[in-house]
């Protein structure tokens, strides 16, 4: 019995040694790989967690642009940056909405939407705010950026969506929409300079249907480029405030001043402006036209100097506002082009916000305007724009867009406004008409959210 117990005793011993034994070879291992073989690290260095960014984004133009800044910011910082391009951009969307369903959205994202959807994804918790960011160092970053590009991406105090205020998005370029006019064919008609007034560019039907040329081109299929047209003149002949005031519903669309925008278009098509079919006309195939030398004029954004320069690098055009009607200042849809979101719930926010920071800087900006030939959001990149690109750019102070008015129209009445402009192009109805349908179907809202 004594053997026995002797024997269990020398047994504990060298099981207890061997598990000493097994605890410091591990020990030994994990401090090896840790300090790296081959003579270990450096005094000052220490062990960073791997570190991947993941993006989604549609834009098909810049995929390669992104996949080099990328590579270019990973051997800079060591952080890993992963661009998926979803296309089009209804798939993009759709994916989008999914994602933030099922608590997968990536690091970085952009929304495709109104204010109203950009909205619900903060409150939602989705959306990081960056205010913090955007305004150390005395407001660095943000000052970096065009102010219309900021208005996008901000939620003011006392907004009618009850968001907390702040900057949520990361511009990466601007855009406005303007008209584009062919040298060549104004020269051809007879035309020395492009029309100031309204009357000096209806005057010019008349020369267009002489030469063989047809006007102004764009993708009025598309209903909100024919919205985005008529507020640049409501805005002209009324000025802000009272467009502000119909919005609200205390002025109503059959007001002289608003029958008066709904007539520019009768105008239009009186004397022979417009390009035939443009009512039901995408913005693609406007584009091919303008780009083939089909029309003297198009209405379009700033995005088209890729465009055209894809369709025709010889096209000879210029960039100027619609011609004034009234005496209030022309205003142009514009404002940022696209933007990139950070996920309120990433690992990775410091990271990410990082990166986001390094994209807008200078030299990122620069390249991403040569590249794409889009607008950059960085202000001070603008010194290094083609004479178009810098023509366009000029305008950013004197933009405008719904997503940053204090107050937003009725899906349903906008909707009403853009077909009834359709239906005077066509000759369907008159401008009094629609005015009379469109303030209908305001009035009918009115009265529903009154009942809620």
């Known amino acids: 019995m004594q053997n026995v117990k002797s024997k269990m005793h020398n047994f504990n011993v060298k099981f207890k040694n061997f598990i000493f034994l097994f605890l410091i070879l591990n020990f030994t291992f994990l401090i090896f790989n840790l300090t790296g073989c081959g003579g270990g690290a450096g005094q000052g260095d220490r062990i960073q967690p791997a570190v991947t960014i993941n993006a989604w984004h549609w834009m098909t133009d810049r995929d390669d642009a992104f996949a080099e800044l990328a590579a270019r910011y990973e051997k800079k910082t060591g952080v890993k940056v992963k661009f998926e391009l979803y296309a089009p951009s209804d798939s993009y969307t759709q994916k989008v909405r999914a994602a933030a369903q099922a608590g997968t959205l990536p690091d970085i994202f952009g929304l495709l939407g109104e204010k109203r959807d950009f909205a619900s994804f903060v409150i939602a918790g989705h959306v990081a705010n960056l205010d913090s960011e955007m305004l150390r160092d005395n407001a660095a970053w943000k000052n970096k950026f065009f102010s219309r590009a900021i208005a996008v991406n901000e939620f003011l105090p006392d907004n009618e969506f009850k968001v907390e205020p702040g900057v949520y998005g990361v511009p990466l370029d601007v855009m406005n929409i303007q008209m584009l006019y062919n040298k060549k064919l104004l020269k051809d008609a007879g035309i020395k300079r492009p029309p100031k007034t309204w009357d000096e560019f209806l005057a010019m039907g008349e020369k267009f249907k ?213 239906a005077i192009i066509i000759g369907e109805k008159s401008p009094a008409e629609i005015a009379v349908e469109v303030q209908k179907v305001k009035e009918k809202e009115l009265n529903k959210r009154r009942q809620y």
């Open 210 to 422: 002489e030469s063989g040329v047809q006007g102004l081109v764009s993708g009025w299929g598309e209903m909100w480029m024919i919205d985005c047209f008529a507020s640049n003149y409501a805005f002209n002949i009324m000025g802000e405030e009272k467009v502000m005031k119909t919005i609200k519903g205390e002025i109503p669309y059959t007001d002289p001043e608003w029958i008066a925008v709904f007539n520019l278009f009768k105008e239009m098509a009186d004397n022979n402006i417009l390009y035939n079919g443009i009512v039901t006309m995408v913005n693609k195939t406007a584009e091919q036209l303008f780009a083939n030398e089909r029309a003297a004029f198009a209405f379009n954004g700033s995005w088209c100097v890729n465009v055209y320069a894809g369709m025709n690098p010889d096209l000879d055009y210029g960039v100027m506002f619609p011609p004034a009607k009234g005496d209030f200042l022309m205003k142009a849809w514009g404002g940022a082009g696209s933007s990139f979101l950070v996920n309120g719930r990433s690992l990775f926010k410091q990271e990410t916000i990082d990166f986001l920071r390094w994209l807008s800087d200078d030299e990122q900006q620069a390249y991403l305007a040569e590249v794409t030939k889009n607008l950059p959001a960085n202000k001070d990149c603008i010194t290094k724009l083609t004479p178009v690109l810098a023509s366009f750019a000029k305008a950013m102070e004197d933009t405008t867009h719904p997503n940053i008015w204090p107050v937003h129209e009725f899906p349903l009445v906008i909707e009403a406004f853009d077909k009834g402009i359709q």
